[in-house]
């Protein structure tokens, strides 16, 4: 089998230089891929129908037999028609086809057929439309169907496969061993490529999905938990003494419950294991995981130790910047921030300063793993906004100390399945309380019709002394035809609507001491109105801003939505957020009610998870997930499944590196390359 990913398609017949690209915006460029490129759907061609028992409207299959030649003619319009007869022993009809010339040539009198297509019984006979139909003595079962590319239709796709399939080697090596195959009824793996591609019948088609979806789910989840392993090892860094109770008295307010528990489950990882701690702290927006970063950080840092604090945005890391000096006021404790936007020399300046440990708690973006940073001894390292950071970017913090602990924290709520295989190596705890106060967020869905309402409420709640965000999908005019863009949207209001009120424009392509500048503005109450890009999504903190309008609402996640949501509501006034939209698509509609319903992280994310699926659930790649082929993130009995036979794989052969594994293995190391984790060994 492994050599078939290094045989071009074009070692197979029909498929020239010209065919071998269609195949490649597919992403399939080779023999072995072709042989993974798994169908989306399939038709069924097992049930057959008789002729007098089609009905209008249905699609369905017949076995019938040309009974005249097909004849072309020509609408009035230029359209080509073909028609022909067809028969069975209960009756005849009419098969048509529009436009394709070919068709003629193609069907012979006298000959079996199996057609399939909608039944038309209008009173014109009974004909069946544009049939896709194939010799009755080739085909039976049911029919793959492929996501298709222009130039490269499903049927061609399929013949491919089918003589791909014709090539894999008499004795395969199945990467999953005889024994776990047995015990968890798993087929073999030419049984599963031939039915997954050509199935005989929806039983031979179950087992061979489910014999590829556990392979790669337990690809992804060994990964896991090789990674786990990986880290433990022993820490270099020794936490004798909790300080968590000291610095209490420190914070403005007093702490939820749930953020003592997960401040007490770090710190207990700490004192007591002799691993390093690898824990994930998720809490939904506005849940106060900064207080709990801090308290273990002070924690740290009181026994002798630096910590950093990664931040995906100069934005959020300067907030966090300011938020922590103001913890540790009045403490000996000093503090540095660390981002691309600096000058060259304070950069150097705060490297240098962190290199003698002058700085004992340095926050910043990715400039924290730059080569040129280095620490006198780190203690911690904690990452904010875990999906924003790719696993590798994760373990290069980490390698800048001696096994220090990590603590990783995350506002997007993972529905727990997807939670197992994505943080696999980490120890989870959940901040499910919102600090007291707190109102939820009122949310409706409007239409651009009633925007003179909305903005009259803006102007209402400004009147208040109250701020308000507006967000649109686009930074400039024209990128996309029907959408919003902030530049464009900042303008109008200025110059109408909001002449009197003062309105600020953020988004991306500004740089970054421009976006500092105009948060640093908006949460001074320097702008009553933002209009921004979702550059705003992460972390900002302004607890006076109470009205988040969203802009083509349609266009986003839910999940980002929530993100979005969680701007507000962040300080003890109601605040509104206002998903504008008009999309009239019933889906659309459905998804952005979920979000007038409901408040909850995990429910919006299950919902997401559901509805979209798990690659726009978190935007894009940067959560250092791969595409999966067959498998579904959404499929709890799978996940679980491929959790059991991974931890009867550790049992039963305790080592990946064991020989029956050598094939498994090499998938999961070849899976990590992918996504960029190649310190796996
Ligand atoms: P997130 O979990 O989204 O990172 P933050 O840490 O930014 O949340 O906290 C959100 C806001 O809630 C901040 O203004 C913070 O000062 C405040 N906050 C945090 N914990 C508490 C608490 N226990 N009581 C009252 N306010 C709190
Ligand atoms: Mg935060």
Redesign the pocket.
């Known amino acids: 089998m492994a050599s078939l990913y290094k045989m071009p398609l074009t070692k197979l017949s029909g498929v020239g230089v010209k065919r071998a690209e269609l195949f490649a915006k597919l992403g399939i460029n080779s023999v072995g891929e072709l042989l993974n490129f798994y169908p989306r759907a399939y038709e069924d061609w097992t049930d057959i129908k008789s002729i007098s028992d089609v009905k209008n409207g249905e699609i369905c299959c017949i076995k019938a037999t040309l009974g005249t030649p097909v004849n072309d003619s020509y609408s009035r319009g230029g359209t080509i028609l073909s028609k022909g007869m067809v028969f069975d022993d209960t009756g005849s009809l009419r098969i048509l086809f529009f436009n394709n010339r070919y068709i003629s040539g193609l069907l012979k009198v006298g000959e079996e057929y199996l057609f399939r297509g909608k039944i038309n019984d209008e009173g014109y006979g009974l004909q069946m439309l544009a049939p896709v139909f194939s010799p009755s003595s080739e085909e039976n079962g049911l029919h793959a169907i492929y996501k298709q590319t222009p130039g490269l239709v499903s049927k061609v796709i399929s013949n491919c496969v089918k003589q791909a399939l014709t090539l894999l080697p008499k004795q395969i090596n199945d990467p999953l061993p005889e024994q776990v195959r047995k015990t968890f009824s798993l087929c073999g793996l030419r049984e599963a490529l031939e039915q997954i591609h050509f199935p005989k019948d929806p039983e031979k088609l179950y087992d061979a999905r489910k014999r590829l979806v556990a392979e790669e789910l337990l690809v992804l989840n060994l990964g896991m938990k090789k990674l786990k392993e990986h880290s433990r090892g022993v820490s270099g860094v020794k936490i004798s003494a909790d300080y968590s109770d000291d610095f209490k008295s420190k ?6 419950n749930a ?1 003592k528990h997960a401040i007490s489950d770090c710190v207990s990882d700490m004192l007591t294991k002799s691993s390093p701690m690898n824990r994930l702290v998720q ?11 801090a308290s273990v950080i002070y924690t740290v840092i009181k026994n002798g130790f630096q910590a950093a604090f990664m931040a995906p945005t100069e934005i959020l890391a300067r907030q966090h910047y300011e ?1 922590f000096k103001s913890f540790f006021e009045n403490t000996e404790i000093k503090v540095s921030l660390l981002t691309g936007a600096l000058k060259e020399s304070e950069k150097k300046q705060i490297r240098s300063q962190l290199a003698d440990g002058e700085i004992n708690l340095v926050i910043g973006t990715h400039a924290l793993i730059t080569d040129k940073t280095e620490f006198k001894n780190l203690g911690l390292a904690v990452t ?1 906004e875990q999906h924003r950071f790719g696993v590798s970017q994760r373990s290069k913090l980490l390698g800048k100390g001696d096994n220090p602990h990590l603590l990783v ?1 995350s ?1 997007t709520p993972i529905p727990r399945t997807l939670g197992l295989i994505i943080f696999g190596d980490l120890d989870i705890s959940i ?1 499910d309380e919102l ?4 109102k939820p967020v009122k949310t409706a869905l409007r239409t651009t019709a009633q925007r003179k309402k909305i903005y009259d409420f803006i102007r209402k709640e400004v009147s208040e002394g109250r701020q308000a965000y507006i967000v649109c999908p686009l930074v400039e005019e024209g990128e996309i035809e029907g959408l919003v863009s902030a530049e464009e949207y900042a303008a109008e209001l200025m110059l109408n609507q909001f002449q009197d009120i003062s309105v600020g424009l953020v988004h991306g392509k500004l740089k970054s001491d421009e976006k500092e500048e105009i948060m640093r503005k908006f949460a001074a109450n320097e702008y009553s109105i933002l209009v921004a890009t979702t550059v705003i999504e992460v ?1 900002v ?1 302004v ?1 006076n801003a109470t009205v988040m309008v969203i802009e083509n609402a349609e266009r986003f996640g839910l999940s980002q939505l929530h993100q979005l949501r ?1 701007r507000v509501g ?2 003890e006034a109601q605040s509104y957020c206002i998903l504008i939209s008009d999309s009239f698509s019933e889906s659309t509609r459905a998804r952005l009610e979920v979000m007038c319903s409901t408040n909850d992280g995990f429910e919006i994310a299950d919902q997401d998870l559901k509805m979209r699926g798990p690659g726009d659930f978190f935007g894009s790649r940067q959560h250092g997930l791969p595409q999966l082929a067959i498998a579904d993130f959404a499929d709890t009995k799978s996940i679980e499944l491929s959790q059991m036979i991974a931890d009867y794989i550790l049992f039963t052969y305790r080592d990946l590196r064991a020989d029956e594994l050598r094939l498994l293995n090499s998938e999961v190391e070849q899976l990590f390359e992918q996504v960029g984790q190649n310190s796996l060994n």
């Open positions: 914070l403005p307010f007093e702490l939820t953020q809490g939904d927006v506005g849940s106060g995981k900064t207080a709990v970063a938020t904010d924290m506002a901040i600090p007291p106060q707190r972390g903190d607890p969680g962040r300080g």
